[in-house]
C-alpha cells in the first residue's frame, strides 16, 4: 500500500514531466514560428539519452553517434507534424527506434546491450557473470521483443510511452512484455543465470 509521502512523491514527479514538456511544447514552437536556433535546445536536451537507447538497440557505437544525428535531422524536418498531446520526448523515441529497427533490418544482425551501464548499476545488477547471461539472453530475442524490453527496462518508458513509440496499442506492449520476460525466463533457466545472483 502506497504511503502518503510515496503519493506525494510521485505527484511531484507528475508535475516536475508536464513541466518538462510544456517546456519542449513551446521550443517547439517556437522554432516552428522560424526561431531555428532554439532547436538546439531540443537536441542538447535529448542527444544523449537518444543515443544511449540507439546504442542499445544497435550496439555499434560510431554507428548509434551517426543514426543520432541522423534522427534529430528527421525530427526537425518533420517537426511541423509533432502532435503537441505528446512529449516530445516519446515522439522523438519513436523515430529513434523505427530509425534503429530500419538499421538492424539493414545490417540483418543482432547485437548484445552492450556493457553493464550506469543506470544497471543503479538497480543492483552489477554482477559481471549474471550482466552477461541477462544480456545474451536479450539478444537472442526476437526484434519485436528485444525493443520492448529495452525500452521499458533499460529506458524505463511506461506503457502509454512504448505503445506510442512502437505505434502499438498498451495491450500489446504489456503482451509482448509478458512473452518476453516467459522467453527470458526460460532461456535463464537453462544457464547460470540465477545460481549466480
Given at each position: ?17 508536464n ?25 542538447e536536451k ?16 560510431y ?27 516519446s ?30 548499476d543503479?538497480n ?38 512504448i ?8 495491450k ?9 520476460r516467459?522467453?527470458?525466463k ?5 544457464s ?6
Amino acid at each position: 500500500m502506497k504511503t502518503k509521502d510515496d503519493i506525494e512523491q510521485q505527484i511531484e514527479i507528475q508535475k516536475k514531466l508536464n513541466l518538462e514538456a510544456d517546456e519542449d511544447r513551446r521550443i517547439v514552437v517556437r522554432v516552428l514560428s522560424g526561431e531555428v536556433n532554439a532547436y538546439a535546445l531540443l537536441v542538447e536536451k535529448y542527444q544523449k539519452t537518444v543515443y544511449n537507447l540507439l546504442l542499445r538497440m544497435i550496439h555499434n557505437n560510431y554507428e548509434a553517434r551517426e543514426l543520432t544525428q541522423a534522427v534529430f535531422v528527421k525530427a526537425y524536418i518533420a517537426l511541423a507534424s509533432y502532435k503537441t498531446g505528446y512529449r516530445f520526448f516519446s515522439w522523438i523515441y519513436r523515430i529513434a527506434v523505427n530509425a534503429a529497427l530500419s538499421h538492424t533490418k539493414r545490417e540483418e544482425r543482432y547485437g548484445d546491450l552492450g556493457t553493464v551501464n550506469a543506470r544497471a548499476d543503479e538497480n543492483g545488477l552489477t554482477d559481471d557473470l549474471s550482466q552477461e547471461l541477462l544480456q545474451n539472453a536479450v539478444k537472442q530475442l526476437k526484434e519485436k521483443y528485444k525493443v520492448v524490453i529495452v525500452l521499458k527496462y533499460y529506458e524505463q518508458l511506461s506503457y502509454k510511452e512504448i505503445a506510442f513509440t512502437l505505434d502499438i496499442s498498451e495491450k500489446k506492449v504489456r503482451s509482448r512484455l509478458y512473452d518476453a520476460r516467459l522467453m527470458l525466463k526460460e532461456m535463464l533457466e537453462k544457464s547460470a543465470f540465477f545460481e549466480s545472483n
